[in-house]
């Protein structure tokens, strides 16, 4: 499957969740890493997270400031004990990307 099939199907799947839970799946879903420790924990038909189990994984710095974005794009606030910029820059090309188009999805600026 190509990216645009796979964008395609993603979009007929997610309009009907909520900014903050398809802010969080474009996240998690970047890095196949990510994936398979975060996603298990994402529940999309209760819209729930358990970020707790979450960041209980063995994360590299990149992985943690994500995850961190996404908690940002989940509650719409600051994290208190995480500065989300400190380690922004440890995150790769992709990941930096998806955290971006994240924003986007939780804002309103894209679908």
Do not use: Y
């Not at 975060?38 to 710095?61: C, G, K, M, Q, Y």
């Not at 509650?75 to 995150?91: G, H, I, Q, T």
């Not at 992709?94 to 188009?101: F, T």
């Amino acid at each position: 499957m190509n990216q645009n099939q796979k964008t395609v199907e993603q979009n007929e799947i997610q309009p009907q969740l909520p900014t903050q839970l398809r802010a969080v799946l474009r996240i998690v879903t970047a890095d196949s890493e990510l994936q398979q420790k975060a996603l298990p924990f994402v529940n999309v038909e209760r819209r729930e997270i358990d970020w707790t189990r979450i960041f209980r994984h063995d994360l590299s710095s990149g992985h943690r400031a994500a995850l961190i974005w996404a908690k940002i794009c989940w509650l719409d606030e600051m994290p208190v004990k995480a500065d989300p910029m400190d380690r922004a820059f440890s995150m790769d090309k992709c990941l930096r990307e998806a955290v971006i188009e994240a924003l986007k999805i939780r804002w309103g600026l894209s679908h």
